[in-house]
């Protein structure tokens, strides 16, 4: 069948840095589990679209999960229960179900073992791939733990092999950075040193001037971040914050020469003129004056989805405010210094009101401030200062906007902490939802009370859904399925509410016998 009506305005409207591949003997479907708008704002997503589109012969296609719509691929309207690799890159904990869902729409079997020779093979890679595999064993035939620059050669050979499925699994899961759970077990018990090793970026001896940054493949209008360019600066963190899985999963750190940053910008320039830079931590990459500099030179207009706190500095924000950017987001995450030393988050009470200040005098008109409740040891002092810290922090700003004629808005962003694998606090417990709601009911009125202070507040349902999906191993497979099925989140919460509850707060320390479901998975 030919494209939808709908794929075929978005396919209109889109412009390319580099043309796919749109014609080969080997066919293979790339999807992501949202919608095309969130789904094209990924440069991981996109930048996997165009590694597989320059292997030889080989065709790769989109798909997306757009509710009520038909499950087929976005250039052609293939169904994609005529592929045979079905490859998803899945970032995020909330788009799990996702899968599930649009296999039921393409009339596939969702269970890996109702799966047979007349099926696609399904590949699932991205950031929740190799953070707990788990909750998805059941379904997902081969798990792809690493970055794309090392999977996406050896993914292309197997689909272009001609093997049958029993010999793709087989040979599969005796190739790096694969798990299979049919052949290796659940934890896979059966490979090799009972470790499936995750395939590092490319290693810092690689990153020469001549090394091509990741960098959008398809500019459209029809997504989250219209037109954007968007380009990585580096992978990993210096600041090791103890809640961040990004910061441990992709040590050590990998920065890219600004040359090779401005090569891509410069090529894509005809394009489009405007830039977001993709990073952990953008502003800690040593050459990011030279970057935004040269970003600006060529007339782009820059945005920066966060700035770290003490990489702030005038030559930065100059550059920023320079080119019409107002708007800005710091993570002080914690409202005192005592809390965010336990967490590894480097900055003072001192250096956060510099810092702001310096902002602020600079002319930005809005600041989001992201915070957490419910970190491990939070007192009620602690939620009490994060409200005095916002208070501070708004008596700069009527300071500083006396001389400017305007007060900047600030939008303190509370998240509860979710424990996440992979990290120091992998086994702490997700806060009791009475202690949590009390928390943000808390500041919720505390921040109402103030001028110019915009509170935004994360949904507990949300919280406790997006901790379980986080550490849930294959024995929650039956409730992945009702949530597919439509049973609202609300409802399973209420329903499983034990089952739940045991996986979200776990005992402080975990018993030998019940190691964790992501245990076998190694960094080295």
């Keep these: 069948m030919p494209p939808t009506a709908q794929n075929r305005q978005l396919a209109a409207l889109e412009r390319f840095t580099e043309a796919p591949n749109r014609f080969g003997a080997y066919r293979i479907a790339l999807g992501f589990p949202n919608s095309y708008a969130v789904g094209m704002s990924n440069l991981g997503f996109q930048w996997v679209y165009r590694l597989f589109n320059r292997v030889p012969d080989l065709v790769c296609e989109r798909f997306f999960h757009e509710e009520a719509q038909p499950a087929v691929s976005f250039e052609t309207g293939t169904a994609l229960s005529e592929f045979g690799l079905l490859a998803w890159s899945l970032s995020w904990e909330m788009d799990v179900v996702n899968i599930l869902k649009t296999l039921a729409a393409a009339g596939i079997p969702a269970r890996r073992t109702d799966r047979d020779e007349?099926?696609?093979?399904?590949?699932?890679?991205?950031?929740?791939?190799?953070?707990?595999?788990?909750?998805?064993?059941?379904?997902?035939?081969?798990?792809?733990?690493?970055?794309?620059?090392?999977?996406v050669p050896r993914i292309a050979g197997l689909a272009k092999a001609g093997l049958s499925r029993k010999a793709f699994l087989e040979t599969a899961a005796g190739l790096p950075g694969f798990f299979v759970p049919a052949v290796q077990g659940a934890r896979a018990e059966a490979a090799e040193s009972q470790r499936i090793v995750v395939q590092q970026p490319m290693s810092r001896a690689e990153i020469t001037p001549a090394f091509e940054v990741p960098h959008t493949t398809i500019l459209t209008p029809s997504t989250e971040l219209a037109d954007k360019l968007l380009v990585e600066i580096s992978r990993g963190c210096t600041e090791m914050c103890r809640f961040c899985w990004a910061a441990y999963a992709m040590a050590p750190i990998k920065q890219?020469?600004?040359s090779s940053i401005l090569k891509v910008a410069r090529a894509s320039r005809p394009l489009t003129g405007r830039a977001g830079?993709?990073?952990?931590?953008?502003?800690?990459?040593?050459?990011?004056?030279?970057?935004?500099?040269?970003?600006?030179?060529?007339?782009?207009?820059?945005?920066?989805?966060?700035?770290?706190?003490?990489?702030?500095?005038?030559?930065?924000?100059?550059?920023?405010?320079?080119q019409g950017e107002r708007a800005l987001a710091i993570a002080p995450e914690?409202?005192?210094?005592?809390?965010?030393?336990?967490?590894?988050?480097?900055?003072?009470?001192?250096?956060?009101?510099?810092?702001?200040?310096?902002?602020?005098?600079?002319?930005?008109?809005?600041?989001?401030?992201?915070?957490?409740?419910?970190?491990?040891?939070?007192?009620e002092e602690d939620v009490r200062d994060m409200a005095r810290m916002v208070r501070e922090l708004r008596d700069i700003a009527?300071?500083?906007?006396?001389?400017?004629?305007?007060?900047?808005?600030?939008?303190?962003?509370?998240?509860?902490?979710?424990?996440?694998p992979h990290t120091p606090y992998e086994d702490e417990s997700l806060a009791p939802e009475e202690e949590l709601r009390e928390k943000l009911a808390y500041l919720q009125r505390e921040f109402g009370r103030m001028d110019n202070v915009a509170f935004r507040g994360m949904s507990l349902s949300e919280a406790v859904w997006e901790a379980y999906l986080a550490r849930v191993d294959e024995s929650g497979a039956d409730v992945l399925e009702e949530a597919a099925a439509g049973v609202p989140v609300r409802r399973l919460l209420k329903q499983h509410r034990d089952r739940i509850a045991a996986v979200v707060r776990p005992q402080s320390v975990r018993p030998e016998a019940a190691a964790a479901p992501w245990s076998f998975i190694a960094k080295r």
């Design 118 to 151: 007349r099926h696609p093979l399904l590949l699932v890679g991205g950031d929740i791939a190799r953070m707990n595999p788990a909750a998805l064993a059941p379904f997902v035939d081969v798990f792809a733990l690493g970055d794309g620059e090392r999977l």
């Design 256 to 258: 890219y020469p600004a």
């Design 277 to 322: 830079l993709i990073a952990t931590a953008v502003c800690d990459h040593p050459e990011i004056v030279e970057i935004l500099e040269g970003l600006s030179a060529l007339g782009y207009h820059i945005a920066l989805s966060s700035i770290k706190i003490d990489a702030i500095e005038d030559r930065i924000l100059e550059v920023l405010i320079r």
């Design 334 to 379: 914690a409202g005192n210094e005592r809390l965010r030393r336990h967490i590894n988050k480097k900055v003072s009470d001192a250096m956060l009101r510099e810092k702001v200040r310096l902002v602020l005098a600079r002319g930005f008109t809005r600041l989001k401030l992201y915070l957490q409740v419910g970190l491990p040891t939070e007192t």
């Design 398 to 420: 009527i300071s500083e906007g006396r001389s400017l004629g305007r007060v900047a808005q600030l939008v303190p962003s509370v998240n509860a902490f979710i424990p996440k």
